[in-house]
């Protein structure tokens, strides 16, 4: 399911104009992936298929903006984390970007004080990601034997290392809804 499948998915549109509606009104927001996606196009981008599929491990770096953001500030200059699309975004006039790969400026923004978009997948547990790559069997049969293990390799191991990032991440977006919340 693609945002450009919007007719044919109509959830999708109400999902972006209640991401319209929590930006107007500070409500904060964490968009994963799909959630990323929809947040850009809440805030006047465009999503559109990628030049590159990203489906696997990949390095992101993070921008300089992202010393100093709430979320992304314990976040290593360099750090691993899965990937899972073949869609990307224009990066709305109105967005930090905050980490990003080789292949896209803006895996992570973030607009205004409260809504984040992470286009890779922060919440990924080593489970999660072995489960995935069984139940999503089609997304990875272009893998050959071998980079398919890799995968799974990478997965056992990558992921205890992201959780180790995801944490921070996770407690600074619970602490500024708690402050939205008591504001």
């Not at 004080?113 to 922060?122: C, D, E, K, N």
Request: charged letters at 20%; one cysteine or more; a negative charge.
């Amino acid at each position: 399911m693609g945002l450009d499948q919007r007719s044919a998915f109509p959830h999708l549109s109400r999902e972006i104009e209640l991401l319209r509606a929590c930006l107007a009104n500070g409500t904060p927001v964490l968009g994963i992936c799909r959630g990323a996606e929809l947040l850009a196009v809440a805030a006047g981008g465009r999503v559109f298929a990628g030049p590159v599929r990203e489906l696997g491990w990949h390095t992101l770096s993070t921008t300089e903006e992202a010393r100093t953001d709430p979320l992304f500030r314990t976040v290593p200059n360099n750090f691993t984390a899965l990937e899972w699309h073949s869609d990307y975004y224009d990066l709305p006039a109105n967005a930090t970007p905050l980490a990003r790969s080789e292949q896209y400026e803006a895996h992570a923004f973030r607009i205004g004080t409260s809504a984040y978009g992470l286009l890779f997948h922060v919440e990924v547990t080593s489970g999660m990601g072995l489960d995935w790559i069984a139940s999503f069997a089609e997304d990875v049969s272009s893998f050959t034997h071998s980079e398919k293990d890799q995968l799974l390799a990478q997965t056992a191991v990558e992921a205890k290392r992201l959780e180790e990032i995801a944490r921070p991440i996770f407690i600074a977006f619970a602490d500024i809804v708690r402050a939205r919340a008591e504001g």
